[in-house]
């Protein structure tokens, strides 16, 4: 596995995003999770994966839970990021950071995170209660999660001090971060934390004859028209995975971690698609295969 270090913190370039862990939405059902979600992140720490997301709203704290349990007695080897709803008043944001906390099994937290901005309260009215947090000891780092540089520039300045990290949707079929996100990380220390980077799944090559049977199937990602408008991408995925000896996915999680600066956090619905995810740290794409995958991707 290789890290990410910046902002002083080490963190593996391929994460775990738990969203699917307590969601109905996925359709997984429930021996997914009470016994194959906790084998994927145990086998996560196996593989020298340390950042495990999570967030409050997944399953309504059911997936906290379900992390919470997978990582006791391995606390060690954990990098815990999960995420604050914004929805509710700045000041109960303390004690829904120990809610966090008490799910997940844990003293501390390192990384609390936005998850959305507030569409009701400005940054200087949520950031200090991070502040706060912080200097108590009880969270390592601030981060936010779908914000427009603007708006974590904004946090920064209302935390006064590096808000980490940013999560967003962000692949080879969601390259606006490439913009402006991305080379402002590079340049100042901090870490943009790619979730949906297999765009759903739409990237892996299994949806170009039908859609998934879950509620992605109406996305407009994946409707007919967009997965022939991808076609060309995917062919082009599925062609260099084959000189790779790699798979579609792998290739598309390669491009997106040989950035500088950048981490994934794809979701794995089995044990052996974690393990497929993991592998992906190690695959080195050549300039030509990028600037391939650029041009189809633009």
Known sequence: MRYVEAGGVRVSVIGLGTWQFGSTEWG???TYATGVAGDIVRRALDLGINLIDTAEIYGLGRSERIVGEAIGGRRSDVFVATKLFPVGLPFMVRWRARASARRLRVDHIELYQQHWASPLFPPRATMPRFRGLIDDGFVSHAGVSNHSLRQWQD?????GGPVLSNQVRFSLVSREPDRELVPWAQHNGRIVIA???????LLSGRYEVSPPSNFRRFRSDFSAEARARRAPLVAALRD???RHR????QVALAWLVNKPNV??????SSVEQLEENAAAADLSLSDDDVQRLDSLSA
């Open 28 to 30: 997984y059902g429930s």
């Open 240 to 242: 260099i995975a084959g």
């Open 155 to 159: 946090c920064e300045d209302a935390l």
């Open 246 to 249: 790699a798979k579609p996915g």
């Open 263 to 268: 981490v994934a956090i794809p979701g794995a």
């Open 195 to 201: 979730y949906s980077p297999l765009g759903q799944g």
